[in-house]
Every structure is written in C-alpha cells, then in structure tokens.
C-alpha cells in the first residue's frame, strides 16, 4: 500500500455485492465506479433511473468490464425504500454504502412527513439498512459505510423538535442530520458487537468536495440571504474543494480496507480535514454520546416502522 492511499490501493473486490445510494453522480457514482473496477458487482440505488442508466454507461465505458445495475430508490419515501429491500431480501449482501444525501434545504418534508433532511440524510438510511439487515448478514464480511459530514460538529439531535416544525433554520437542520449519521452509525456497531455479528459499520466523510449537492440546497427559495449563500459557495467551490475524486477515498477506504476496526470514522488528512487524503479522524463528543443515540436509535424505529434484527449471530 501506498505512503497516501489512493483508489489504486483498493483491494481486488471479486465476487462482492454491492448498494450504493446516490450513485448517479458525485460521490456516489466514483465511490461505484472504483468498487466495480476492483471487481464487485455494484447496485446504483438511485432516484432518477435515466441519471442512473447514464452514469452506469459512464462507468462501464471507463471500465468494460465493470457489474454494475441500476434500481428505483427514494429515499423520501418509505414505501419505496421497503420495495427496494424487498427485492433483495433473498441474496447476500456484502456492503451498503450509505452516500445520498441532501443539503441546506428550505424546510420541506418527505411523503411520510419527515423534515426533509433528516427524512432522506438519516431516517430513510436507518430503514434501507435495517431492512437490508437479512442480506447483510448472509455477506461475506458484510459493511455498512454511513456518510457524514464536518457538518456534524455543529449538529444538535433536538429531541423536542426533531422535525423543525416550531423553529427551522436549514443548517441547523443538515447538522442535525449529519451528527445523526455518525451517532447511528457508531451505535451500530455496538448493536452488531454485542449479538456477535460479523458485520462492521464505519463513517466516513468527504472532506470539502466539489460535487452538485452543494447547488441543490436551496433552489426554489429565493430569499436575498440564500442567493447570497449560493453564490458565495460556488466561488469557494472553485477556490478551495477538492475534487469529487478526492472526496470519495475516505468513503473507499471505510469500505474496503480488510484491517479496519468496525465503529471507524475516516475522513481527509489534510489541515481541518477539508481535504487530502483518506485516514481515521475524529469526532465530536455529541457524537459519541451512547444515550442520545439510544434515543435516537429508538425514535427512528418509532417513525420509520423498522426494527433490526440483530438478535442472532450467524
């Protein structure tokens, strides 16, 4: 392995099955792109089937011989997420790569009624995967990656208005969602250590990446502060991001490194962690917080109407 790891370190990946959500672009469509030129077989759970069919063309024009599949998936819609786990409750999975995401949004909500940020960021990863849980457990060395965010240490879990719908400020509410990442995934972990299942859950976030979920948080909104927001964004995007290349080796890197320890969050090593390369970083107090993401862990049951069974190991 290289002194800094690159996608060219990745282990060959042969014979694994894959989910990445979000795949169409960004992130997710290198995160896919890497895992099927290593070998795995890759699902791109995306909600746009065109974009998806697209990007699955990119990648096997870039890789020929690349697996990879396209399938229907909103997360903003629980009916959706339980017809897409549905589909393959029969076959093994051996990691789930929780990428898609939304940013900075005007308050909406999903169809279910959800804050749309924590709806999609959060409680619609917490379902797919607890729904996926069954194939999971059939996987060889099964993983779940949960993508965060630095936005995390300034994120808030407001127990008392978990929705936003007394008071709703749009970064607030991507804090919220992104410490809500990192408490579910951690909490994981020590669900699957304590029923002796194999299966590790790592966090990872990007660093500062230039991809398009910067350009969707708030359109449609129109207040002279969000444009101004925008605009201000755009400028430090082209001055200080790194590529979305970059950005997706910490995701990579939680995903296929064989050493990893389960409950690992991996981000950029360089100044701030904004950008660089992949290694493990850490987080925040909150974020470590065990009540709080019982809590947590108890209220997403409660909306979603998903439990996990993690009561047997395999």
Known sequence: MSEKWTAADIPDQSARKAIVTGANSGLGLVT???????????????????????AATAIREAEPSA??????????????????????????????????????????????????????????????????MPALQKGDDPRVVTLSSGAHKFGKINFDDLQ??????????????????????????????????ELKSMAAHPGYASTNLQTRGSSGNGGVLT???????AVTNRVLAQSDEMGALPTLYAATVK?????????PDGVGEQRGHPQAVDSTPASKDRAAARRLWEVSEQLTGVSFDLATAR
């Open 67 to 132: 697996q990879v599949r396209v399938a229907a998936l909103d997360l903003a819609d629980l009916d959706s997420i339980r017809a897409f786990a549905e589909a393959r409750e029969d076959i093994g999975l051996d990691l789930l790569v929780n990428n898609a995401g939304v940013m900075a949004l005007p308050r909406r909500t999903t169809k279910n009624g959800f804050e749309m940020q924590l709806g999609t960021n959060h409680l619609g990863h917490f379902a797919l995967t607890g729904l996926l």
């Open 164 to 197: 936003g719908q007394h008071r709703y400020f749009r970064w607030s509410a991507y804090g919220q969602s992104k410490l809500a990442n990192l408490l579910f995934a951690y909490e994981l972990q020590r669900r699957a250590s304590a029923a002796g299942l």
């Open 259 to 267: 050493d990893l320890l389960g409950g690992s969050f991996i981000g």
């Open 227 to 233: 444009k101004l927001e925008d605009g201000l964004m």
């Open 32 to 54: 896919a792109r890497e895992l099927a030129r290593h070998g795995a077989s890759v699902t791109l759970a995306v909600r746009d089937t065109e974009k998806g069919e697209r």
